[in-house]
Structure formats: structure tokens, C-alpha cells
């Protein structure tokens, strides 16, 4: 694989996808609790289970499915990100630990920056199956996207696991041997870690790949990366399609009033700076507008098809845990997956789809103030966020 050039220099080469996988993905948060917790009911021997936020009624549902195998003679391991814990006051994290429970918290410190978090979510079973994507485990239901995989893919994911969980502390239980091939996928994966940053290069390398006729799809809760952005307007200028849909609102605001305020404060951070850089550039963006029962877009989701070539290379995805923000590619702990081959795409495409045509509204042009506003915020995501 080609070396990605960015303002960093040269990175090292990503490592190369590996074959063999059967993929599947779903897209809310709902659809992701259902299939996980039919996997951990099947756990044989090992169980390893990372998150961001973990709580309300979701995470009571994990905590409860990973008590009983424990309790059954399961090995369970969960690593957790501190910072999100102090907003449920460790209810689950304590709940866990009473059942005996392994729980360890991923130490930031092995990471630059003051505001580094555990932002990865990530299930392995038995060393044989991984699901990876950008769903938390709390009370809300977004629209998201996780993927299940099996083949020998998992290792890889599962080494991104590891890393963080002996950094905590934690020690290494024995793994399997070699994971047989499971299907016609290939899979990349790429990290933001203790000693590997490559999640941005992943995004870049595919960047480089599109030309004219090509098109990219962006699925994304927030886009203000200035590499990325770089990346976007040099594939525009060879005449690739882009079209991308994020979300708007404040994560965090609850209430009808405390939106409002919140929205007219902060709304918008970090992506203002990449919607005026897009709309510049001629670039199609549109907000996301949540039909009845999602709370918002929480996918982190790139889709890149090629107007030629093989029709089982003409779509590529890129999942995971990744927002196309600075902080997400060298200060928190990310996993980013690279997913191609037989019949991948079409369902992401399709949600993709349905949600740019049916679930958005065009972003009207910044006013001066929105500019003005943009200015402060682009300094910050390209420093701290």
C-alpha cells in the first residue's frame, strides 16, 4: 500500500488488509444491542468488551449478559474510559465489579493531549468474532453503524484491545489459535493508540484512490479534520462526486429550552469550518434531520465507489469509531475498519441514501457571523479538539 504524504510528513505504510471475512453490519443503536447480546449468550471462553459511554438501559443490558457469563465460567474483560464513567457516577462499573467482573479503566495517560478518551467500542468472543463501529451503550437510540465480523480480521481488532487493556494494568488470557477464513472480505484496520496513529491515514489513502467519475459518501457525526478537508478538495478538483451528510445538533443539551440556547452557542462545533470549506468549494453538505425515535447521526461511515474496475472492488467502506476530527485521529484511543469485496456496500449505500434523500435539509450558507464564528472554532479543531 502506498505511503499517505500529509503535514506530518510521510507516515508508515498501513498494513495491508487481510482476506477471508464474512462482514455484516446494522444501523441503530437498537439493531446493535439485539445481535450483540445473541452473540454473548453463545461465549465459550472469552469475552472482551471495550466502550465510551456505557449506561442507561443498553448498558444495563450489556452489564447484565456479561454478569451471567462471567457467573457461568466465562473470562470476562471490560475496558471503559474513565471520563464517561463520572457521568453515571460508575453505577455499572461498580454493579460489574461486585460480580467479579474484571473492569479497568483505559489510562490516558499513554496518550497526548489533556483531553484524550477511550472512544473505541469493540466486542471479541472466543478470538472468533468482533463487532466494532460507533454505537455507544446508553439510553439513546441513534442512528449508527456497527459492524460483525469473523474471520481473521479479529485479530487484528482484537490487538487494538489488548493495547489498551495491558496499558491498564490488565494481563493477556491465551489466545486461539489461527482463525479460519469465513467468507470473501477483505479487512484494513487502523488505530489511534499508544503506538500507532493511522486512522486519518486510512481515510487519506482512499482519498488518493478516487478520481473523475468516482464518488464519496460521507456519513459522518463531525467533519473539521483540515487534512481531510485538504484530501476532499484535492479529489473534488479531479472531478469525484462528494456528498456528505452530518449532524448539527449538541450532543450533550437536554430539554426543548436548553437545546435552543445550546444550539445557538455551540451548535455546529466542531464542523462549522468544514461546512463553509465544502460550501465553498461547491461541495454538496446537508444536516441531518432525525425522523421519529433516533436522538441523532452517530455514524462514522465512508463510502467510496468507483466508477470502473471490478464489480467486487467497486465499493469500499470505512467504519469504526472515528470522527473526522483532529481529536479523534491523534488524541483518543479509535479503531477505524476498512472493509471491501463481494457484495459490500449496497447496505450501507442504501442507508446512506435514505437518509440523505428522506432524513435532511440543506445548510444555508454561513452568514458573516457563522464565518466570524467558524474562525474561532477552526483554531480550536486544529489545536485541541
Request: aromatic content about 6%.
Amino acid at each position: 500500500m502506498a505511503q499517505v504524504k500529509s503535514r506530518r510528513g510521510v507516515s508508515p505504510p498501513l498494513t495491508r488488509p487481510v482476506g477471508g471475512n464474512r462482514v455484516s453490519s446494522v444501523f441503530t443503536d437498537e439493531a446493535a444491542l439485539k445481535g450483540i447480546l445473541g452473540d454473548l449468550g453463545k461465549a465459550e471462553r472469552k469475552i472482551q468488551f471495550e466502550s465510551f459511554l456505557f449506561s442507561g438501559d443498553h448498558g444495563q443490558a450489556i452489564a447484565d449478559a456479561l454478569i451471567a457469563r462471567h457467573d457461568e465460567g466465562v473470562q470476562v474483560q471490560v475496558l471503559l474510559d474513565g471520563k464517561a464513567q463520572m457521568l453515571d457516577r460508575e453505577r455499572l462499573v461498580t454493579k460489574l465489579r461486585a460480580a467479579g467482573v474484571d473492569v479497568r479503566y483505559f489510562d490516558p495517560r499513554s496518550m497526548p493531549g489533556p483531553y484524550a478518551v477511550d472512544h473505541s467500542k469493540l466486542l471479541v468472543i472466543d478470538d472468533q468474532l468482533v463487532w466494532v463501529g460507533g454505537v455507544n451503550f446508553d439510553a439513546e437510540i441513534n442512528r449508527d453503524m456497527m459492524t460483525r465480523i469473523e474471520g481473521p480480521a479479529v485479530r487484528r481488532l482484537q490487538g487494538t484491545f489488548e493495547e489498551g487493556w495491558t496499558n491498564a494494568g490488565g494481563k493477556l488470557l491465551p489466545a486461539a489459535g489461527a482463525i479460519q477464513s469465513k467468507g470473501d472480505v477483505w479487512v484494513g484496520v487502523s488505530q489511534t493508540g499508544p503506538r500507532e496513529r493511522s486512522t486519518r491515514d486510512q481515510v487519506l489513502s482512499e482519498l488518493a484512490r478516487v478520481n473523475r467519475g468516482d464518488a464519496v459518501d460521507i456519513w459522518m457525526m463531525d467533519l473539521a479534520d483540515a487534512e481531510v478537508l485538504d484530501a476532499l478538495e484535492a479529489a473534488q478538483s479531479r472531478g469525484v462526486k462528494i456528498r456528505a451528510l452530518i449532524d448539527l445538533k449538541v450532543p450533550f443539551a437536554s430539554g426543548r429550552s436548553a437545546d435552543t440556547l445550546a444550539k445557538a452557542i455551540a451548535g455546529g462545533i466542531p464542523d462549522l469550518p468544514g461546512i463553509r470549506r465544502l460550501q465553498d468549494r461547491g461541495i454538496e453538505v446537508r444536516a441531518y434531520v432525525p425522523p421519529a425515535g433516533i436522538a441523532k447521526l452517530h455514524a462514522k461511515v465512508w463510502l467510496f465507489t468507483k466508477d470502473a474496475g471490478q464489480p467486487h472492488e467497486s465499493r469500499r467502506v470505512i467504519g469504526g469509531t472515528v470522527n473526522a476530527i483532529k481529536g479523534a485521529y491523534e488524541f483518543n484511543h479509535e479503531v477505524g475498519v476498512l472493509f471491501f469485496g463481494k457484495g459490500v456496500g449496497a447496505d450501507v449505500q442504501a442507508a446512506f441514501r435514505e437518509d440523505f434523500t428522506r432524513h435532511s435539509e440543506p445548510i444555508k450558507p454561513l452568514r458573516a457571523w457563522e464565518r466570524l464564528k467558524s474562525n474561532v472554532i477552526e483554531l480550536l479543531t486544529n489545536t485541541l479538539i
